[in-house]
């Protein structure tokens, strides 16, 4: 079957399946974005104790998702790989050390021997959900707006700042974007809050929360969406390679892929719906629109960068270094080896499927949290 699709096919098609893995991952970090507001929503102990537990039940699947989407990302696109994780290595160390201090924090904060406190790994969570979506949300943005490397005819990485992809912070463009998967991730968290605890006051700490994080989300979200319509973009000569910078190149994009551009306008409003419907029609159901919403409009923006002749991972220092889906890929053989592992997928989406849906059969409450036999 993969072996009598073209190159160009089997490279699209996995382009395609890395930006669902992003884009799943994105409308996961709701953990994270729930571990941001514990101190604004939880007053007393007992409310923490709900909120991180709620949390807790899913914050595995978040970092799973991460390690498939880097392990997807190594076999399709081997180049974007080496180029970015070993040039741009402080800004995935960071990364890295944000989501294994979040595992950490919900194994030992409830230990008998926790010598530091079970505030410290609160705040260790906290600092999770702050780093962790604001500094994948500011690399993403690296993917419309360049990185400062070069590549020599080896493809060996020349970074070209000590800083290695830290830089990408001075671009406010990129953090727009870093502080838009920040507040859509607290927004997430509340919805999801709304939907799994039964415990009145919780619920409207997190309705008035929800309407705040919401208006901050709109603003940055929306400033980077016109910004990057506006923007020149990094295009690419079908025939020859060769990478130039082009005016309204996004804004191009989005006209010559109709079906991508319905695709982005439906998850914007599934994800204003959802916001829309918890905070006036008071709806406890906003969290599967918003995080629908959250799923498509990721997906549309990864296509945004990587089709329509776009160099998807451009340099700033030499645009003829930036990688696009055809030369950063793999070879024929291994994505048609791949491709078959791939039809794995739906598998493990419906073993996920099964367990959340075990995990929240019930709304967490009070009662639930005396005698459950393992809290965090």
Not at 241 to 250: L, R, S
Not at 332 to 348: D, E, N, R
Request: hydrophobic share 50%.
């Amino acid at each position: 079957m993969f072996e009598n699709l073209s190159h160009v096919a089997l490279q699209q098609y996995w382009w395609i399946l890395v930006s669902i893995l992003a884009a799943l991952f994105v409308f996961l970090m709701f953990v994270q974005g729930g571990q941001t507001l514990i101190f604004q929503i939880g007053k007393t102990e007992d409310e923490k104790t709900m909120l991180l537990n709620t949390l807790g039940r899913k914050w595995e699947f978040t970092f799973t998702t991460l390690v498939t989407f880097g392990g997807a990302f190594f076999a399709s696109f081997p180049l974007f790989y080496s180029t970015s994780f070993g040039g741009a290595y402080w800004v995935w160390m960071a990364i890295l050390i944000a989501f294994v201090i979040q595992a950490v924090s919900y194994e030992y904060r409830r230990k008998p021997a926790n010598f530091l406190g079970q505030k410290t790994f609160e705040i260790f969570l906290v600092i999770n959900g702050v780093l962790g979506t604001l500094l994948v949300g500011t690399a993403v943005g690296t993917f419309f707006n360049g990185a400062e490397f070069s590549l020599n005819q080896l493809n060996q990485v020349d970074w070209q700042t000590p800083f290695r992809g830290l830089e990408a912070v001075l671009t406010f463009h990129n953090v727009a974007l870093g502080l838009s998967v920040l507040f859509l991730s607290r927004v997430l968290g509340n919805l999801y809050f709304i939907f799994t605890i039964d415990n009145k006051t919780i619920v409207n700490r997190a309705r008035k929360t929800l309407l705040r994080c919401s208006i901050v989300f709109l603003l940055f979200f929306l400033y980077f969406l016109v910004a990057l319509l506006l923007k020149q973009g990094y295009a690419v000569d079908p025939d020859t390679g060769k990478v130039f910078m082009e005016p309204y190149k996004y804004l191009h994009n989005v006209l010559q892929m109709p079906l991508n551009t319905i695709i982005l306008l439906l998850g914007v409003v599934g994800v204003l719906w959802g916001i829309i419907s918890t905070v006036f029609m008071k709806s406890n159901k906003g969290f599967w629109f918003a995080g629908v919403g959250t799923v498509l409009t990721v997906f549309a923006l990864f296509l945004l960068a990587g089709f329509n002749n776009t160099a998807f991972y451009p340099s700033n220092f030499d645009l003829q270094s930036s990688l696009t889906i055809q030369n950063a890929s793999s070879s024929k053989f291994t994505l048609v080896a791949m491709g078959y592992v791939s039809l794995l997928i739906p598998f493990v989406l419906a073993y996920i499927t099964y367990f959340w849906r075990a995990m929240n059969k019930k709304k967490i409450s009070d009662e639930e949290m005396k005698t459950e036999s393992h809290v965090y």
